[in-house]
């Protein structure tokens, strides 16, 4: 049984625009490739050889990857006002003794880019937001200790 993949809308055309891009230019590129040093002769000691087939061993694992991905996810939608944290929430915190603001989306593990602000719903902080309001304080056990949210804004 796959497991439910979580994806906003913009994820899912992240996803399917890489998947789209390994299967018509990768792919055909690293064949191009794997021919012309098919051609060179013998392949034990045939660095092109072996480079092409590690890269082609990658690209065919990411491929299955966004593939079943995509095939399993659960598109979030954004109907309305939201007042409790959950998948596809964007989420305003700020931690106890502090001044600034952190705003986060949460989204599926597959989606989660902390430097764009995108963090899991699996992560510690994603899944101590999770059924949470506006104004809730949050404990959140991390690497580096325990630390206290507020709440200042769903959206």
Request: proline fraction near 3%; hydrophobic fraction near 35%; aromatic fraction near 4%.
């Amino acid at each position: 049984m796959e497991e439910m993949v979580y994806l906003t809308a913009e994820g899912a055309e992240d996803l399917q625009r890489e998947l789209n891009m390994l299967i018509n230019e990768r792919r055909p590129e690293l064949a191009r490739m794997l021919t012309e040093a098919v051609a060179q002769g013998d392949l034990k000691e045939n660095a092109d050889y072996h480079d092409a087939k590690e890269q082609q061993a990658f690209i065919e694992g990411r491929i299955n990857y966004l593939e079943n991905t995509l095939r399993s996810a659960k598109i979030i939608q954004h109907d309305g006002k939201i007042d409790m944290v959950r998948v596809g929430a964007k989420v305003t915190i700020v931690e106890d003794g502090e001044d600034d603001e952190e705003t986060y989306i949460i989204v599926g593990a597959a989606e989660a880019n902390p430097t764009e602000g995108k963090i899991s719903n699996e992560s510690p902080i994603g899944g101590a937001l999770l059924g949470r309001k506006k104004g809730d304080k949050v404990r959140v056990k991390t690497p580096a200790g325990e630390i206290t949210f507020k709440i200042k804004k769903i959206g």
